[in-house]
């Protein structure tokens, strides 16, 4: 039995005495995606299965995404897979695979490797491009790289090295590609550009060159899908992308990007121009419409987000039906894919303003506005939805035209009380993105009665006590819901019941006693009648009982029953509580002097995980002495507050000689 010092003694009477403790028993719109990647190459978008192919160089494989960024397979054992190239039709992706002196065909249908094209020992293919039914690629070393081809259509697909001898490149060139048109962009410290025609099977040279403003550095190049318009992402000063003429490759103006020199460059079908740029504090990405120099969008992402975002050089592509702008983000520790829903639209707004309240089934107005930097068409349309309690998955309300000056109103007698939203929709158009805009009306409701019984009863530990709600007169919806919530975090609220109220109005549920508890009735309330929540405080003792030990008879004086001691016998009292853990029972002693009973002290014990304490007293020494204890469970001072005080049974003691 475990021993310990009190700091106090409990009585005079045991002053040179100690208490022993002894125990029994046991003493959780745009959207970025975190990518299964270690390093970034290149990506490719497939249009027809809504697909995104994304190379991992140094993870020697290429993981394929949906369009909302999750992952759907990977495709495995393509050492060093650097550039894509998307067939126009979308069947097949081409990878350059330098460690395996390869290219590799991807089937967009499975996602799969379909074919593995050997290219030449030690040939390193870096980049590549689809055109004039070729695939291109450029290969070799530094400081030497080189231009081949194949068409993967002949049924011996026959690999042409060399075909540019006179024009080896120190750097793989960059490749991009529309039709039969091939054109090249290199990335030393003085870039240039090449345009070929590869119609015929062998690169014709249209012409090279590249204008003083985007000679310096340049990061990336985007070709538009019809062939005459280069957007070069390079060292313009101040800060912006070079639009090129592909036909002469003359400057015809520029993309200013205030945040800094852009990094990546994408042409959307369309005409639309993305860029990003090296910006760790400022914005990151910028849209321009065709022919304008201020852009109409630009996307900013926090530099703590994900780890200090950045798009990756190369990162960005539209989704060939321009609803997407794609872009690959590179944090301290992670790689990211941001889909940019609606780039290539005019951001639109939606704004609806109805009265703070209003009176159920009266008419109220309600208007808005449509908004967006560039004027919307004659006849422009929003959608009209009600939501409430009588149709919680919205009812239309038809649709509304919008003003010359956006703006839109219509009446409406609410016909359900409670909290009304209007929603006006906008499905958007070729150049406005969708959008959507609400505001929330507070409909009068008659007041409801709602009654539960036993609040601020207490109850002894165990009761089944069965809690009745009594619901008044309501329009239609006469269902109540009960719940008990027990005392201690340990133990959740629960539904007890849920039904319909009898022909008294009365719904009543059990609830076992074991804990303190609130009792809650509930009712949602209808279109008519407003909800109402009550709630009862219903308490719960404790178990406590005390058995006595080491007397050596028991018999009454006067009419109370006492335990008779020696007196240099230790009486042992040994307690049984209702465990929860930290409990602690208060033992508490008095003394009898002259027809009263004084009170000698207390002190708590800790409860054993069986819910025993046993206090060993010491012998008083002396006879003729009469004493009583009891063990109590104090609310808070117990150590915890799941029940409610209770005392035990006084326990009388008897010291003889």
């Known amino acids: 039995m475990r021993t310990r010092t009190l700091s106090t003694a409990l009585a005079v009477l045991i002053s040179s005495s100690a208490l022993a403790v002894g125990t029994a028993g046991s003493a959780s719109a745009d959207s970025a995606t ?11 978008v497939d249009g027809v299965h809504k697909r995104v192919y994304i190379s991992d160089p ?6 394929v995404t949906d369009y909302a960024g999750k992952l759907v397979t990977t495709v495995t054992g393509l050492p060093g897979v650097r550039d894509l190239a998307i067939t126009p039709d979308s069947t097949t992706v081409y990878a350059a695979v330098p460690g395996d002196d390869s290219v590799v065909a991807i089937a967009t249908s499975t996602a799969t490797e379909a074919t593995r094209y050997a290219i030449g020992e030690n040939t390193d293919p870096q980049t590549i491009a689809v055109a004039g039914g070729r695939v291109w690629f450029a290969y070799g070393q530094e400081p030497s790289h080189h231009l081949g081809s194949f068409d993967p259509a002949a049924s011996t697909p026959e690999v042409v090295l060399d075909q540019l001898p006179d024009r080896p490149w120190h750097d793989a060139p960059e490749m991009e590609s529309t039709g039969n048109t091939l054109v090249f962009g290199t990335h030393s410290t003085w870039s240039g550009l090449a345009v070929y025609d590869v119609s015929t099977g062998a690169p014709v040279l249209r012409k090279e060159g590249m ?14 899908t019809d062939g005459k318009k280069i957007v070069a992402a390079s060292g313009e000063s101040p800060y912006a992308a070079t639009a090129i003429n592909a036909e002469d490759l003359t400057r015809t103006g520029g993309y200013p990007t205030e945040a800094g020199n852009p990094t990546s460059a994408a042409i959307a079908p369309d005409g639309t121009v993305a860029l990003s740029t090296y910006s760790p504090y400022d914005k990151d990405v910028f849209v321009f419409k065709p022919g304008t120099t201020k852009p109409y969008r630009t996307y900013t992402y926090a530099q703590t987000a994900t780890g200090g975002d950045l798009i990756a050089n190369q990162g960005l592509a539209w989704a060939p039906d321009s609803s997407r702008l794609f872009a690959v983000a590179s944090g301290y520790s992670k790689h990211y894919l941001r889909v940019l829903e609606n780039a290539a639209r005019y951001p639109s707004a939606v704004s609806v303003a109805a009265p703070s309240k209003a009176t159920r089934a009266k008419k109220i107005t309600v208007t808005g506005k449509l908004a967006s930097a560039k004027a919307f068409p004659a006849g422009t349309k929003v959608t009209v939805v009600r939501t409430d309690i009588a149709s919680p998955k919205g009812r239309s309300l038809g649709t ?13 007698a609410p016909p359900a009380g409670g909290s009304v939203v209007y929603t006006a929709q906008y499905a958007g158009d070729a150049t406005h993105a969708p959008a959507s805009g609400k505001d929330t009306v507070a409909v009068s409701r008659t007041a409801t009665a709602l009654s539960l019984n036993h609040n601020g009863a207490v109850y002894s530990y165990g009761a089944d006590v069965s809690f009745t709600a009594h619901l008044g ?7 109540v819901e009960i719940w008990a919530d027990p005392a201690g975090s340990d133990k959740p609220k629960k539904l007890l019941k849920r039904g319909k109220v009898n022909s008294k109005g009365n719904l009543s549920a059990t609830v076992d006693m074991t804990r303190d508890t609130s009792v809650t009735a509930v009712y949602a309330g209808d279109t008519r009648s407003g909800p109402k929540t009550v709630k009862s405080s219903a308490f719960a003792k404790v178990k406590v009982s005390t058995a006595v030990s080491r007397h050596y008879k ?16 230790d009486p042992l009292l040994t307690t049984s509580m209702t465990y929860y853990k930290g409990r602690a029972q208060r033992f508490q002693l008095q003394v009898y ?54 005392h035990g049974a006084w326990k009388y003691m008897y010291f003889t000689k």
């Open 554 to 569: 028991t018999g009454k004086i006067g009419s109370t029953s006492y335990y008779w001691f020696h007196k240099n016998t």
């Open 593 to 646: 002097y002259q027809g009263t009973w004084y009170d000698s002290g207390s002190e708590y014990f800790a409860l054993a995980t069986n819910g025993k304490s046993a206090v060993q007293l010491g012998a008083p020494g002396e006879a003729g002495i009469r004493a009583r204890m009891r063990s109590s469970y104090i609310n808070a001072s117990s150590g915890d507050t799941v029940n409610s005080t209770t």
């Open 211 to 224: 204008p003083a403003e985007a000679a310096n550095y340049m990061n990336d190049f985007a070709l538009s």
């Open 473 to 479: 007169k309501t329009f239609s919806n006469r269902v």
């Open 58 to 63: 140094s993870g020697n494989k290429v993981v």
């Open 400 to 412: 509304k035209t919008v003003t010359s000056a956006g703006t839109f109103s219509f009446t409406d």
């Open 34 to 44: 975190a990518l299964p990647i270690n390093s970034y190459g290149d990506l490719a």
